[in-house]
């Protein structure tokens, strides 16, 4: 069974940076797509960055420029760089993945979700 278990959530102030990771178990995560999403209070879960299996990374127009996704297949992890947060970034960031494609699309039937991570952004 595929688990995921993400870190490196909290509160920064707007401007700041964070990082967030994801460790993997229970697959062959060479063959899935990673990625994030996000869900601020009272809106829908949103798609925020994915990687896939030889590293292409695809990331959200609302965070271009500033967040950036890697993985590293040894380690079975993936990582989002969140870099200039704003206050709108704010909410809980899950890890996902799904075997061969990670759609852009928050479907909860995807392969695994983690448990989600708070960031807050203040001023």
């Known amino acids: 069974q595929v688990r995921l278990v993400e870190s490196g959530g909290g509160s920064v102030q707007a401007g700041g940076s964070l990082r967030l990771s994801c460790a993997a178990s229970?697959?062959?995560?060479?063959?899935?797509?990673m990625g994030w999403f996000r869900q601020a209070p009272g809106k829908e879960r949103e798609f925020v960055a994915r990687?896939?299996?030889?590293?292409?990374?695809t990331v959200a127009d609302a965070v271009k420029g500033r967040f950036s996704i890697s993985r590293d297949n040894a380690k079975n992890t993936v990582t989002l760089q969140m870099d200039s947060l704003q206050l709108d970034d704010t909410g809980v960031y899950y890890c996902a993945v799904n075997r061969w494609v990670l759609p852009t699309i928050p479907d909860r039937h995807l392969d695994a979700w983690g448990q989600g991570t708070l960031v807050t952004v203040s001023s």
């Open positions: 229970g697959g062959t995560f060479d063959t899935y797509g």
């Open positions: 990687v896939s299996r030889s590293g292409v990374s």
